[in-house]
């Protein structure tokens, strides 16, 4: 998808209530620096997209991955956007984050500046969003307004999916560089945040300084967190910043999946695991292995649950010495794994997968990049038991 000639990256996919399939992507700015994000829906008899929409008119940040644009589609199909702009500065001193918003099929406003601190140089980055039942759009995000060297996690709520609230703190430290990710229980009722913890700043290679991903939840709407849950005891203490958050979904039961990546404590536990709960997050089963992988490769995941509670997990997996797209589902009640399946199978390196369902079919994307060349391929499937 996207112009080839602009090198499109960063996919993003989300479902609105009425079960349109929305995609995001970014390309380079032709003749300029930084890059612009189009978003479009998805054909439900192909892979056609149609209403293509810009969505930025500055340029927006060209370091993607776990950091790229995201959105959220509340009821009428309007969207909101965020995302971290462009910034030509040496050692890329970060910007304010930038919001937008768009009725179905209406051009994107003037962009707005999303957290309220005031400053001209900004940590914030690494966000995550998502639509309650109810119709509100939360975002968070890692804020490093408070301590330059630590990041905290922030959040703001959006009743009208055009204005936020005041930006708050709803967790004193959080890895600087791994994506929250943001679900609801209980009709809306319940906030789900899960991120990865970070006892010390990223620099600091000490056995104090464990990544193991975290849980809060609210039971008031986003007002206020419990303290943190471990949603897995994985003791991973690493060099540097993983750039790899965790990823959760909420099937109609109201259990919570969870898939991601860890080094652990030791080679032989590096791997892609999954885990879930059926205590409203309170506590999680023990970890299961879905995939080994080689330690010193980060990875990133993702994982949906459609309406029949098949529970599906996407990770890059190296064979043959390339990364690609692999995908697996457990079905309802069970407890066992479908075989791996290649979603990618190409000579280009495939990173980022991205995952969405409908009533009917699964939607997988990710990036790939060949030398300075990048592009975004998007794939369907019918759901498992369709």
Same mark, same amino acid.
């Given at each position: 998808?996207?112009?080839?000639?602009?090198?499109?990256?960063?996919?993003?996919?989300?479902?609105?209530?009425?079960?349109?399939?929305?995609?995001?992507?970014?390309?380079?700015?032709?003749?300029?620096?930084?890059?612009?994000?189009?978003?479009?829906?998805?054909?439900?008899?192909?892979?056609?997209?149609?209403?293509?929409?810009?969505?930025?008119?500055?340029?927006?940040?060209?370091?993607?991955?776990?950091?790229?644009?995201?959105?959220?589609?509340?009821?009428?199909?309007?969207?909101?956007?965020?995302?971290?702009?462009?910034?030509?500065?040496?050692?890329?001193?970060?910007?304010? %984050?930038?919001?937008?918003?768009?009725?179905? $099929?209406?051009? &994107? /406003?003037?962009?707005? *500046?999303?957290? !309220? =601190?005031?400053?001209?140089?900004?940590?914030?980055?690494?966000?995550?969003?998502?639509?309650?039942?109810?119709?509100?759009?939360?975002?968070?995000?890692?804020?490093?307004?408070?301590?330059?060297?630590?990041?905290?996690?922030?959040?703001?709520?959006?009743?009208?999916?055009?204005?936020?609230?005041?930006?708050?703190?709803?967790?004193?430290?959080?890895?600087?560089?791994?994506?929250?990710?943001?679900?609801?229980?209980?009709?809306?009722?319940?906030?789900?945040?899960?991120?990865?913890?970070?006892?010390?700043?990223?620099?600091?290679?000490?056995?104090?300084?464990?990544?193991?991903? %975290?849980?809060?939840?609210?039971?008031?709407? $986003?007002?206020? &967190? /419990?303290?943190?849950? *471990?949603?897995? !005891? =994985?003791?991973?203490?690493?060099?540097?910043?993983?750039?790899?958050?965790?990823?959760?979904?909420?099937?109609?039961?109201?259990?919570?999946?969870?898939?991601?990546?860890?080094?652990?404590?030791?080679?032989?536990?590096?791997?892609?695991?999954?885990?879930?709960?059926?205590?409203?997050?309170?506590?999680?089963?023990?970890?299961?292995?879905?995939?080994?992988?080689?330690?010193?490769?980060?990875?990133?995941?993702?994982?949906?649950?459609?309406?029949?509670?098949?529970?599906?997990?996407?990770?890059?997996?190296?064979?043959?010495?390339?990364?690609?797209?692999?995908?697996?589902?457990? %079905?309802?009640?069970?407890?066992?794994?479908?075989?791996?399946?290649?979603?990618?199978?190409?000579?280009?390196?495939?990173?980022?997968?991205?995952?969405?369902?409908?009533?009917?079919?699964?939607?997988?994307?990710?990036?790939?990049?060949?030398?300075?060349?990048?592009?975004?391929?998007?794939?369907?499937?019918?759901?498992?038991?369709?």
């Amino acid at each position: 998808m996207g112009d080839p000639q602009n090198n499109p990256a960063d996919a993003y996919l989300v479902t609105s209530d009425t079960g349109k399939v929305f995609v995001s992507w970014t390309e380079q700015v032709p003749d300029g620096q930084g890059r612009n994000v189009f978003i479009g829906t998805v054909a439900r008899e192909g892979q056609q997209l149609s209403e293509i929409r810009q969505m930025n008119q500055q340029p927006i940040s060209g370091h993607g991955g776990e950091n790229l644009a995201k959105f959220a589609v509340s009821p009428g199909d309007q969207v909101a956007a965020i995302w971290t702009p462009f910034s030509a500065e040496p050692g890329h001193p970060g910007l304010p %984050l930038k919001l937008t918003h768009a009725e179905d $099929g209406e051009p &994107f /406003s003037a962009e707005k *500046v999303l957290n !309220d =601190d005031q400053k001209e140089v900004s940590r914030a980055n690494f966000s995550g969003m998502g639509t309650s039942p109810d119709g509100k759009i939360f975002a968070a995000w890692l804020d490093g307004r408070n301590d330059l060297d630590a990041k905290q996690l922030f959040m703001a709520i959006s009743e009208d999916g055009k204005t936020f609230s005041k930006n708050y703190s709803i967790a004193p430290a959080a890895c600087p560089c791994c994506r929250p990710s943001v679900n609801f229980l209980d009709g809306g009722q319940t906030v789900l945040v899960a991120y990865r913890e970070n006892a010390l700043p990223s620099g600091y290679i000490t056995p104090d300084n464990v990544r193991d991903h %975290l849980m809060i939840r609210s039971n008031d709407g $986003g007002r206020t &967190f /419990s303290d943190p849950v *471990v949603i897995s !005891d =994985d003791g991973w203490v690493p060099i540097g910043c993983p750039h790899a958050g965790i990823s959760i979904d909420v099937d109609s039961r109201d259990t919570i999946h969870a898939v991601w990546w860890t080094g652990g404590r030791a080679a032989d536990e590096a791997g892609i695991y999954y885990t879930y709960s059926e205590d409203g997050g309170e506590s999680f089963i023990p970890r299961q292995l879905i995939s080994k992988t080689a330690e010193d490769t980060v990875l990133h995941t993702q994982v949906v649950a459609d309406q029949n509670d098949t529970v599906y997990a996407a990770w890059v997996g190296i064979r043959e010495e390339r990364p690609q797209i692999l995908l697996t589902h457990r %079905l309802a009640g069970q407890q066992q794994w479908s075989p791996i399946d290649h979603a990618s199978d190409t000579s280009w390196n495939a990173i980022y997968p991205m995952l969405t369902v409908d009533n009917e079919k699964l939607y997988v994307a990710w990036t790939e990049r060949k030398g300075e060349a990048s592009q975004v391929n998007l794939r369907t499937t019918p759901l498992a038991g369709n």
